[in-house]
């Protein structure tokens, strides 16, 4: 019977989607605030 | 000795054709989301290191594309900024190397998850492992160099040669369980021979590969896109790009 480590599974997978998803998050916001400040200076 | 100045475009007006919503990121992350249902839901678990071996879809995907894919085009963007002193090569090198941390901090951080019910120990200073990290930090002192230095030819030309560094441990990162003694096991899917695995398996890495393949373009992309963006504004102001 294999071992009883869901566990170890579920953190791996949590700590991973956290990684990307911060990192979506950060890019998109920084792209959105440059993207802002473009559009300012060119009214 | 003067150094050849690099090349930059004109500051021009903002652009609204890339304003919309990111669709291939979208396509990315439910590519993601779906390989590793499948993986988690509809592979079979492991008899012998149960459902932890599961990691494996997540971890050694994100490897291979860090190392092959985020910090080879560091080197090899790096490597060609030398010779032809584009802006947009160096400003591709940074889109990797940025990316491709985010994808090596995932395999830092799973890796040991994974080792401590297989091992027993979170963490060993063996070759793969120290190499790894070792590259990580060499690739985090390539951002760090990058915000530290003012004069845009300057600071490309000193972290293209960290960035070639950093590409010329990656072969070394893949032969380092043939190398030497270590933990990690042998190679398992790229190696001569056929994969070390059933074919459900293959295949689960196979779609988990795809989606992370994808999940780096899209995040290159938009990082590219930013990084021009960026450039641009800065030009705008009369700043140094």
Known sequence: MPPDNVAFMRAAYTVALVVYALYAVTLWRRRARVRKELQRLSD | MTTPAARTAAPTAPSTARGGPDLLLAAAVIAVAAALVHAVYFTPTEAVQGPAQKIFYLHVSSAI???????????LTSAVYLWLREERVDRMAESAAEVGLVFMSVVLLTGPIWAKPIWGTWWTWDARLTLTLFTWLIVLGYLTLRNAIEDR???????????????????????????????HPQPILLKPSAPSMPHEMVMSWMYAQGAFVLLFVALLRARYRYGEERDRLRALRGEEV
């Not at chain 2, 030309?157 to 003694?181: C, D, E, K, N, Q």
Request: hydrophobic share 60%.
């Open chain 2, 65 to 75: 594309v860090a190392l092959y894919l985020g910090f080879g085009l560091l080197a």
């Open chain 2, 153 to 183: 030819a300057q600071r490309a030309r000193y972290s293209a040669v960290l960035g070639i560094l950093a590409g010329l441990l990656v072969p070394f990162i893949h032969l380092s369980t043939t190398m030497f003694r270590t933990l």
